[in-house]
DNA sequence: CTGCCCATGTAAGCAGTTACATGATTAA
DNA sequence: TTAATCATGTAACTGCTTACATGGGCAG
């Protein structure tokens, strides 16, 4: 049940139609809550049947045309709500710990192949974020607004960086193997 | 579609019932892939249909009886094809970085009690982690065929430390931050 | 024979994914 | 006027979660 609160975070910062949503939800929030259009159009309805959001007046468009929505007191109100509330971590899924593993029963045949194709993956992902740090956030500026975004961006740079070094250690192991 | 390859990977690992399946996904390969028993009961019932697992044989058991899997040839084959097939990375998640996000935003009253809480049960998981890494891997040893396994252990263990840090600093960023 | 736990299951619902549909606008 | 693209949506399906149901064995 996080969907609506990114979205509401999100027409919070800026008010948005679909599209517009959509296309944020590709980079920005999506970095670490992504969203298809679909999904985002059916919530958007729900968001307003709830009185959380409306449609920015002076537009009663149909269907094919832009509609913008913005954020009503209930939904701020929503989502503070939601931030302030408990909610246990969800455990680790993750399907290449899982690869791992298996091959350690069936053996590694063909694995390393993604194994390299997933570190260089994550490398350019890095390498996005780390140019978003340098952008938006130079050294030693960090106003007090801005001190949570970049903690956030910190928490994907530092993952990211797991993931790499990690992967290059893995894929290092994998050629020391005997089997290969 | 990983829980059918994580539970021939167990079932590799040891045949077993139902239950001690659901009692490993409590620890062990739960650690990087949960399910909960009615998952994994349906999945025996898929993987069976499909002639990738059958009961083992000397049990006819009816309702209410254990009844032990094993895995065939063709589900060590499908797990093996699995494996080394490519799959993209799953994009990041995460609630309590799309929370902080919203804090900028709405602001972050109340917010300070969940992420302690979250650092204690981070803190928690990393000393499990560690102490299985103690009694399973001690330092020198690792035979090959340990390598895999204790990889994967590692990244359990990096990752809790990469909650445990940035958790603690986003604690303390908060107590500086104006609004309290 | 009662209550409790063990073991296996069924049913309903929700979030997310994939594929497809429709109207409006723009460019050739 | 045709094709491409923008923008919003519907429909069907899959996987996961939550709540509940059923039968067997065992301790008091």
């Known amino acids: 049940m996080s969907l609506p609160h990114a979205i509401l975070t999100a027409l919070l910062e800026k008010p948005s139609s679909g599209l517009e949503l959509t296309r944020r939800f590709d980079r920005s929030i999506g970095y670490f809550w992504s969203a298809t259009h679909q999904q985002i159009y059916r919530e958007l309805g729900r968001l307003e049947a709830e009185g959380h959001i409306r449609t920015l007046p002076a537009e009663q468009p149909a269907r094919g045309q832009r509609k913008s929505y913005e954020v009503l007191p209930a939904g701020r109100a929503e989502l503070a709500r939601w931030t302030a509330a ?50 938006d956030f130079p050294p030693g500026k960090d106003a007090p607004e801005d001190r949570l975004r970049h903690l956030v961006l910190r928490a994907g740079i530092d993952l990211e960086s797991f993931w790499t070094g990690w992967l290059d250690q893995a894929v290092r192991e994998l050629g020391e193997l005997p089997e290969g």
């Open 86 to 135: 408990a909610h246990d971590p969800k455990p680790l899924r993750d399907t290449m710990l899982l690869r791992l593993r298996a091959a350690a029963v069936v053996g590694t045949d063909g694995l390393e192949a993604d194994l390299r194709r997933h570190l260089d993956l994550h490398r350019r992902q890095l390498a996005e974020y780390e140019e978003i740090e340098r952008r």
